[in-house]
């Protein structure tokens, strides 16, 4: 094997790996997203509220998260 076939390898390999971890950061992200809503009625019922207030758990988490998204955003293409 020649060296520059070598370095075609071992490129490949640090984009698949690259993908995968991009692949990976997305899904944690979506799922965090998305965890809470199932745990709405378990989290009424622990605290005693209704589903409704405790509904706002939801925004109250999404809201500051996409506000910081777009100042980490730009922050990090520095």
């Known amino acids: 094997m020649s060296s520059e076939q070598v370095m075609n390898g071992r490129r490949?390999?640090?984009v698949e790996r690259l993908v995968r971890l991009?692949?990976?950061a997305t899904f944690l992200?979506?799922?965090q997203?998305?965890?809470v809503a199932p745990l709405i009625p378990?989290?009424?019922a622990e605290f005693g509220v209704s589903?409704?207030?405790i509904?706002?758990?939801v925004p109250a988490?999404?809201?500051p998260y996409g506000v910081s998204t777009l100042f980490y955003g730009l922050l990090s293409d520095r």
């Open 51 to 53: 589903g409704e207030k």
């Open 29 to 31: 992200i979506f799922f």
């Open 55 to 57: 509904g706002l758990v």
């Open 33 to 35: 997203a998305y965890m």
């Open 61 to 63: 988490y999404m809201l």
């Open 22 to 24: 991009l692949a990976g």
């Open 42 to 44: 378990r989290l009424a």
């Open 12 to 14: 490949a390999h640090q």
